[in-house]
């Protein structure tokens, strides 16, 4: 494959692709496999997405033996995109949203501990259902999330992971020394959600014992936390997950729980925004570590990056990556000036 040139831009100078394109289709494959991933066509002021894979479509995947097998995209890969990135709701989000709303009435104030697994899905700053200022932050979340950071590909996986894929190689290489998936999804997820909530002011709480790798025991570690605070400084806490299992450690501690439910795999199409489609092409190339939006490669983890926020453009085709670029430069100078463009 012939890349003709690179540029390097954040999440919402995606924007620019997307002019780009305009009322074409985006369609959205992962390279390694050519796996098509998704479609999305301009609809009005906003974009009309469907999925172009199923979970079979990931079970035909030829994957090396071992943990190394995850390291390659699952169909609940890209249904945690859909719903990191805002677009695809919690099935019973509606329930959750008027419990929610209930308990602001109540005299006590309450606060809102957000579960690690809500915090990669950026439950907060996609809904607002929840002011960060009403986020009570457990530390045990923060180090659940730091403990998976740094996981990185060393030269023994990459030759695994070479030895399966059957197209681009050449571009595994690229991924020495770069984050696995499991760090991808806490740096460019987790981090940027924690980032969000702390800087909005919400309570930060100290867990009543140190983290480890122990689910479960790390789970308890959080609900007794919210008893702790509850005495400590006379307020209500509620758990939200969305994991089943926290409820029941929150009915044995007397803590209430909102749980939501995770999407069902069966997806139809779905309408985004243009901010919310530029967060899934992040999302997925987050996850994926590279992901081809029609002519151009977009990957998460490069040589040289440093930083987070920043994404690598590969172009397959010049003319597109002429008019990027002058775009590129026209909203840079645009900013530099303190115009919004």
């Known amino acids: 494959m012939q890349v003709a040139q690179e540029a390097t831009a954040t999440e919402d100078e995606l924007q620019i692709l997307l002019n780009i394109y305009g009322e074409g289709p985006i369609e959205a494959t992962y390279p390694f496999t050519n796996t098509p991933l998704l479609k999305a066509r301009s609809e009005g002021e906003d974009y009309r997405i469907t999925l172009a894979c199923d979970k079979g479509c990931f079970d035909r995947i030829a994957r090396p033996p071992g943990p190394l097998a995850d390291e390659l995209p699952s169909f609940s890969d890209i249904t945690e995109c859909l719903t990191t990135s805002g677009i695809l709701p919690f099935d019973n989000q509606r329930e959750a949203t008027n419990r929610i709303n209930q308990l602001r009435g109540l005299r006590r104030k309450v606060f809102f501990c957000v579960d690690t697994?809500?915090?990669?899905?950026?439950?907060?700053?996609?809904?607002?259902?929840?002011?960060?200022?009403?986020?009570?932050?457990?530390?045990?979340?923060?180090?659940?999330?730091?403990a998976q950071l740094n996981y990185k590909y060393d030269r023994d996986q990459l030759f695994s992971l070479k030895s399966v894929v059957p197209f681009d190689k050449q571009l595994v290489e690229g991924l020495l020394n770069k984050r696995m998936k499991t760090s991808r999804k806490a740096a460019y997820f987790a981090m940027s959600e924690l980032k969000h909530i702390r800087n909005g002011g919400a309570l930060i709480a100290d867990a009543p014992g140190q983290s480890g790798s122990d689910k479960e025991a790390n789970d308890l570690l959080m609900v007794k936390a919210l008893r702790q605070v509850e005495k400590e400084r006379a307020v209500y806490p509620v758990m939200l997950t969305a994991d089943s299992m926290m409820t029941t450690l929150c009915d044995a501690e007397g803590i209430e729980c909102i749980y939501l439910k995770m999407p069902h795999d069966a997806i139809g199409a779905a309408c985004a925004s243009p901010d919310r489609l530029r967060s899934l092409l992040f999302s997925l190339a987050?996850?994926?570590?590279?992901?081809?939006?029609?002519?151009?490669?977009?990957?998460?983890?490069?040589?040289?990056?440093?930083?987070?926020?920043?994404?690598?453009?590969?172009?397959?085709?010049?003319?597109?990556?002429?008019?990027?670029?002058?775009?590129?430069?026209?909203?840079?100078?645009?900013?530099?000036?303190?115009?919004?463009?």
């Open 286 to 341: 987050a996850v994926l570590g590279v992901v081809k939006v029609n002519s151009v490669l977009i990957y998460s983890e490069y040589r040289g990056k440093d930083t987070l926020e920043m994404l690598k453009i590969s172009f397959l085709h010049r003319e597109t990556m002429t008019e990027f670029t002058r775009g590129l430069k026209i909203c840079r100078e645009l900013l530099a000036l303190g115009i919004d463009g």
């Open 117 to 146: 697994n809500l915090v990669y899905r950026h439950f907060v700053s996609n809904w607002r259902l929840v002011d960060p200022r009403d986020v009570l932050l457990v530390s045990t979340v923060q180090n659940e999330v730091e």
